[in-house]
């Protein structure tokens, strides 16, 4: 008898635990990465990770903004299937080690079904692998550097342009447009500006200009008129820099005495924001820069309004990726909604299905088409130039380039 009721006991105790949802669908038991699981009063969550605080903080601000707004919309408009979704932004102050990390932090999170990020190239790196063991998709709104797309990933895609693209067209306008044949090249060490350099190198000698100096500066430093004056012995007609604006800011405001005057100063997509304009003033005016801004439309102006009127600050303030984070976060809202399906009151969304969708992606955004090549490439158009001028008030602002 004691044997039949132990018996008895097990039957039912498995019974209980399977009608408490012990087991997942069938769709998630054949998945090889399973599912993300999203339980009735849970949110549905997408992960963003870059640097949030320090010198490099208007990015992960801005691009969390945009990505916020773009959720909320599709929250307002009945969210899937009852379920709302949020952005969890962590700091990563943009290094790979604190990308990693976080990184390690969100697959662990079974209701997060994909990432708009990372944010620059170096912690992008160091995060993949762990994405890529997890099966959680990315589309990064802003890490350009070219090898990303080389390493044989299948969750990581990204909507900014690459640094190729970038580059070609920056030495173009610098040889074809502006003239320039003598060209020195600065960076800042990291796999986004030394990249950026290199792929200048190549095409601006590609044209029949010529590289007068090669040099890199230390992130984080205050001085950098030695690393000038170098550079400016050389005799070059411009300097194109690969880095982000703290630096740029810095290098700007020591041009004159470190012996550059007239010489063109030629900036990246992470030198271009009201940053350097503001904190620059008349010493940046006649500098250029390349920027991801897409062209004005119905769509973006309305996205504007609403930019402003949430974050007291006009879209493109911060950095030119607020376009192409708001893009991201709908294109990873959209591959959830095709995939995710309610089984009682859970929503599950399989993970090798999430990732496939996200790399079919075709969506049509701010910044044009969103069409993702067998790599993750996802955006191939150029970027826009942009000049700064006087502002007529003793500061200076960022205009489109003219000829």
């Excluded at 010198?55 to 599709?74: K, L, P, R, V």
């Excluded at 102050?93 to 997060?112: H, I, L, N, W």
């Excluded at 990432?115 to 992008?124: D, K, L, R």
Aim: net charge negative; aromatic share 10%; hydrophobic share 45%.
């Amino acid at each position: 008898m004691k044997k039949i009721g132990l018996l008895f006991v097990v039957v039912l105790m498995a019974l209980v635990f399977a009608s408490c949802g012990g087991s997942l669908p069938e769709a998630c038991e054949a998945d090889p990465l399973g599912c993300a699981v999203v339980k009735k009063g849970e949110t549905v969550k997408i992960g963003m990770a870059g640097p949030m605080l320090g010198d490099y903080a208007m990015f992960g601000q801005d691009i969390s903004q945009g990505a916020t707004i773009a959720i909320n919309e599709f929250n307002e408009a009945g969210g899937l299937e009852g379920f709302e979704f949020a952005l969890v932004a962590e700091d990563t102050g943009g290094a790979p080690e604190q990308g990693a990390a976080v990184a390690s932090k969100f697959v662990t999170d079974d209701t997060m079904v994909a990432i708009a990020g990372h944010i620059f190239s170096g912690e992008t790196e160091a995060a993949m692998p762990i994405y890529e063991d997890a099966g959680f998709p990315m589309m990064s709104p802003s890490a350009t550097n070219p090898p990303l797309t080389t390493l044989g990933s299948s969750v990581f895609n990204r909507l900014a342009f690459t640094d190729a693209v970038q580059a070609k067209f920056a030495a173009e306008m610098l040889f074809n447009d502006l003239g320039i044949t003598k060209l020195g090249l600065v960076h800042d060490g990291g796999a986004y500006g030394q990249g950026l350099a290199e792929e200048v190198q190549k095409n601006f000698e590609a044209l029949g200009g010529e590289i007068v100096a090669f040099e890199a500066i230390t992130v984080g430093e205050a001085d950098y008129s030695a690393t000038l004056a170098s550079v400016a012995a050389k005799d070059p007609e411009a300097i194109y820099f690969g880095g982000y604006s703290a630096e740029g800011i810095i290098m700007m405001n020591q041009w004159v005495q470190s012996g550059l005057e007239g010489v063109l100063f030629f900036g990246c997509d992470g030198t271009y924001g009201v940053e350097f304009t503001q904190k620059t003033g008349e010493n940046g005016i006649g500098a250029l820069a390349a920027s991801l801004v897409p062209p004005d439309s119905a769509e973006k102006t309305a996205f504007d309004v609403v930019y402003q009127s949430t974050f007291g600050l006009e879209a493109g303030e911060l950095s030119a990726f607020t376009w192409s984070a708001y893009d991201t976060a709908w294109t990873l809202l959209e591959a959830a909604k095709s995939v995710a399906f309610v089984d009682g009151d859970t929503l599950y969304i399989p993970r090798s299905q999430m990732v496939a969708a996200v790399r079919a992606t075709n969506y049509n955004g701010l910044t044009g088409a969103v069409v993702c090549d067998a790599f993750g490439e996802c955006n191939a158009s150029g970027p826009t130039f942009y000049e700064v001028v006087s502002d007529g008030a003793g500061g200076a602002v960022w205009v489109p380039y003219t000829k």
